[in-house]
């Protein structure tokens, strides 16, 4: 059963087993405006909770995206390299930064659900 959760700094993680595809929401991505540029992580790569994993730019700043638990980046989305808006058009469908294999599915049980995330950016 996949299950979505969000985070304070507005990155939203799917989780499908031990196995989970992280992007940032849809209110990141309007506050940020258009993106032009999205630095992504590299296959294989371990990332903690907290960690800055990847950089997305737009006309207005630079933002970074933090690892919402650990684990091991498994995929980038390469499509984002030439096509960044994909992010502002779909942000938690095709507009996805990576996936990751989870270390410590525990990580989630501080991570907000739907409704919870709503309340939070109000």
Do not use: C
Not at 65 to 74: H, N, T
């Amino acid at each position: 059963m996949t299950q979505t959760y969000y985070t304070e700094d507005h990155e939203w993680i799917r989780v499908d087993g031990d196995t989970a595809t992280v992007g940032i929401t849809d209110y990141a991505q309007e506050q940020l405006g258009d993106l032009v540029f999205v630095e992504l992580p590299e296959a294989g790569r371990s990332v903690k909770k907290g960690d800055t994993a990847v950089t997305v730019e737009s006309v207005k700043a630079a933002s970074d995206v933090y690892a919402p638990a650990d684990g091991e980046i498994l995929e980038a989305n390469s499509a984002l390299s030439s096509e960044p808006a994909l992010i502002n058009s779909s942000a938690t469908g095709d507009g996805w930064l990576w996936k990751m294999k989870l270390s410590d599915k525990g990580q989630l049980e501080g991570l907000m659900d739907e409704a919870a995330y709503k309340n939070h950016i109000g």
